[in-house]
């Protein structure tokens, strides 16, 4: 048996109808001049006779008498996981996010692996989509960044294509052969065993919170009530915007910020203004869940390694400069005070932390506890060359992720190619006006833009 962390434990057990908890990748090619009429017919009979590897080969395991994890699946029938769609004429974008949306919004069975692959035919312009998703207890943002390259290299190649379920010629198995000889309980003991930096970590964060202490990553739940901040429903809308990494890297540095500090800026502003013009604005600054990648070992992408910064962002009437560098004040003082502790004390702060938010949300009063943060606000580093799935060349890849716990937004962005993908998740029974939030992101962006011009 493989074994699971307390943060997979814990997506597993705050999941719900209403609150699915699996991360996905939207990924737009091109066809191949010549097969624009069977590419995806033959890329899916391809991929329908492939092996499956762990993790996609795995459910969980939640024998009695042993902490639970990852054990291999009786059977994988292909057909379960692998399905094909074609959008209606013309293909709109409009028609491919709704139907991302629905598909994004339905549960997974936990009777067989916890993964799906989508391949959506009938884009206009000789283009196809492929969705696929997976449940966040199987890995971080890295980890399925890791897995959607599988297919993929820098130059055109013929068949066959490697599916993303599939490990890479020649990858190492040592680390996945030491994962599965240790037990969960292990893994548990070795996350919560810095015993006296978490105690440090959490009385520090606690005198903070009465108002005691010096600078550093906010408290948690410090962060200011929204609406945003509710019980959430089980539909998904999906926005999807792009911008040009050169530019947000020129921004950064005509400010002497980093490019995580600009994506923050952006995202606060467009928050500011929609909160403003819908209701719910709050006086004090908002407050931004980031995800700290503490991920190590490039062997063994399975499993979560991440710890969780607080980033208290910029009040209400700041202007564009005076976010940005409001923002990267607040980013750098919770860098200092992250890296302050060792990675296992971090990590096992936050796991108690998160854990309880996720508990208090499979209970059912997630809605009640004070909340952890406003948005959770994530980037991903992708490959920076041109990729291709054989002859089809990959256009554009934006990350769609999970919603946490009475948190009805999540924005992860992904770069690729000179551009930056982002994926913008939210509950339409809360945050009605997505659109708007989207047009108020690309407002934010022209008004940074504008200032580094």
């Given at each position: 048996m493989t074994g699971m962390s307390?943060?997979?434990?814990?997506?597993l057990l705050a999941?719900?109808?209403?609150?699915?908890?699996?991360?996905a990748g939207l990924q737009i090619f091109r066809k191949?001049?010549?097969?624009?009429?069977?590419?995806?017919?033959?890329?899916?009979?391809?991929?329908?006779?492939s092996a499956v590897d762990p993790p996609f080969s795995q459910i969980p395991d939640f024998h009695l008498g042993s902490f639970p994890g990852w054990r291999d699946a009786p059977c994988v029938t292909l057909s379960d996981h692998?399905?094909?769609h074609d959008l209606p004429k013309p293909g709109t974008r409009s028609s491919l996010m709704a139907l991302v949306g629905r598909l994004h919004s339905v549960r997974m069975s936990p009777e067989a692996p916890l993964w799906e692959c989508h391949l959506i035919d009938g884009l206009s312009n000789n283009?196809?989509?492929?969705?696929?998703?997976?449940?966040?207890?199987y890995g971080d943002g890295h980890s399925i960044r890791h897995w959607l390259t599988r297919p993929l290299s820098k130059r055109r190649r013929r068949w066959p294509?490697?599916?993303?379920?599939?490990s890479h010629h020649g990858e190492s198995q040592g680390s996945a052969v030491l994962a599965s000889t240790r037990r969960g309980l292990d893994l548990a003991l070795e996350q919560i065993s810095p015993v006296p930096g978490i105690l440090q970590m959490g009385v520090r964060q606690g005198l903070k919170w009465l108002g005691v202490g010096r600078n550093g990553m906010v408290p948690p739940f410090s962060a200011p009530r929204t609406p945003l901040n509710t019980r959430l429903g089980p539909d998904r809308e999906i926005a999807l915007l792009r911008f040009p990494m050169e530019t947000l890297i020129r921004i950064g540095k005509h400010n002497g910020c980093t490019l995580n500090d600009v994506i923050l800026a952006i995202c606060d502003q467009a928050l500011t203004r929609y909160l403003a013009r819908y209701g719910g604005l709050p006086q004090q600054p908002l407050v931004a869940q980031v995800p700290v990648s503490l991920r190590e070992d490039s062997q063994n992408w399975q499993g979560n390694r991440v710890t969780l910064a607080l980033v208290q962002l910029a009040g209400p009437d700041a202007d564009p400069r005076q976010r940005l560098r409001a923002i990267h004040d607040a980013s750098e003082d919770a860098k200092r005070e992250v890296h302050g502790i060792s990675q296992a004390s971090m990590n096992g702060y936050i796991s108690l932390v998160a854990g309880g938010v996720l508990a208090a949300e499979a209970l059912g009063f997630g809605a009640s506890v004070p909340p952890l943060g406003n948005v959770l606000i994530s980037n991903v580093r992708g490959e920076q060359d041109i990729q291709?799935?054989?002859?089809?060349?990959?256009?554009?890849?934006?990350?769609?992720?999970?919603?946490?716990?009475?948190?009805?937004?999540?924005?992860?962005v992904h770069s690729y190619a000179g551009t930056l993908f982002a994926g913008l998740v939210c509950d339409p029974c809360v945050l009605r006006k997505?659109?708007?939030?989207a047009r108020y992101t690309r407002q934010a962006y022209r008004e940074l833009q504008g200032m580094a011009a």
């Open positions: 307390v943060i997979d434990l814990a997506f999941e719900t109808d209403d609150s699915p908890k699996h991360v191949p001049i010549g097969m624009e009429a069977d590419f995806l017919d033959r890329l899916y009979q391809h991929w329908l006779s692998l399905h094909r283009r196809f989509a492929v969705f696929f998703k997976i449940h966040h207890a294509v490697q599916a993303y379920w599939q291709y799935m054989a002859n089809a060349r990959l256009l554009e890849a934006y990350p769609i992720s999970t919603l946490m716990p009475s948190l009805a937004l999540n924005i992860t997505l659109p708007a939030l």
